[in-house]
């Protein structure tokens, strides 16, 4: 290896270097001079959405028929069913495999649809902040509910928009997926924060955020409540986080005016997704936040991840 230019100082605008990702505890690669490369790719122009306030042959539209035969209610606002094609079942029987390094176990657990609106043809984007509200009232209500059973260690809620993320359906709409087990990345956040909070006696979060306020270089919006910002250690083009200004460990406790800020950050970041490339912007989205488990966590940080 060339070591010719040890006498250039770093500097982490122009030279490769890695970044801790202290959510996960592990480091990734960044090459800042990457993006210093001329633009020769592909630009078109893309067509305009023109779907239907209500499809006839939509599954989540009001009063249609599912594929378990079952009929929606003609819901005027939010709408939540377990999922007709569930990846994790309730009554999977308790079991393992193993033949050498070849292992597996038996995994329970609940999957719900959420249907943000009862249009077809709207994002959240789209949606006013007081409707997104509802939307968020549900979310809390069903982490609450699915929370409080016995086997539920966690909660996940997401949301994968757009076609080209595996959504098979186009109408606004999200899941959750409540099991037995705490998923890796949730458990990997748990034992960083968790580790941080017995240290410091704060949210690693709450001394992230201050760090990134001052900065003021990777902000994409803020409102009195949340920031939505470009993580230090992000991966992903277009990556973001929203983070709630104030320390609390899961929905069962953010406060009403907090789920109004939570509204409007979201339509903001997903309206600035869509003007990025003038189109509807797919993206990955999730709320990580506290196990459901019995125990106490008092350094998680609710939060929610964005990949594009």
């Not at 470009?230 to 005016?257: C, K, N, Y």
Request: proline share 6%; glycine share 6%.
């Amino acid at each position: 290896m060339n070591h010719s230019n040890s006498n250039i100082s770093f500097d982490i605008t122009e030279h490769s270097h890695r970044r801790f990702n202290q959510l996960l505890g592990e480091w990734v690669l960044v090459s800042p001079h990457r993006s210093k490369r001329p633009w020769q790719g592909q630009q078109e122009t893309t067509e305009k959405d023109t779907r239907p306030q209500y499809d006839p042959t939509c599954y989540l539209c009001p009063g249609n028929v599912r594929a378990n035969g079952e009929t929606n209610p003609q819901y005027p606002s939010t709408f939540v069913f377990t999922n007709d094609f569930a990846a994790l079942q309730a009554e999977s029987p308790s079991g393992s495999f193993a033949k050498g390094m070849l292992q597996a176990e038996s995994e329970r657990g609940i999957c719900k649809v959420i249907c943000f609106s009862p249009r077809h043809d709207l994002t959240l984007s789209d949606m006013e902040a007081t409707e997104i509200k509802k939307v968020v009232d549900l979310w809390q209500e069903q982490y609450q509910e699915l929370g409080a059973m016995e086997e539920i260690s966690y909660v996940q809620i997401f949301e994968n928009k757009g076609s080209v993320m595996g959504s098979s359906n186009p109408h606004p709409h999200g899941q959750i997926w409540a099991q037995s087990s705490v998923p890796g990345e949730p458990a990997k956040e748990t034992e960083q924060q968790e580790a941080y909070f017995q240290q410091n006696n704060r949210s690693l979060l709450s001394d992230y955020l201050a760090i990134e306020l001052e900065e003021k270089t990777r902000i994409v919006v803020e409102n009195e409540h949340f920031v939505a910002l470009v993580p230090f250690w992000a991966v992903w083009p277009f990556e973001t986080i929203i983070i709630p200004r104030r320390h609390f460990g899961h929905l069962g406790q953010i406060t009403e005016d907090e789920k109004f800020g939570y509204a409007g950050i979201m339509k903001q970041l997903s309206s600035v997704y869509d003007r990025l490339f003038n189109t509807s912007f797919p993206y990955s989205a999730g709320i990580h936040q506290a196990p459901t488990d019995g125990k106490d966590y008092p350094g998680w940080h609710l939060h929610m991840h964005f990949y594009p």
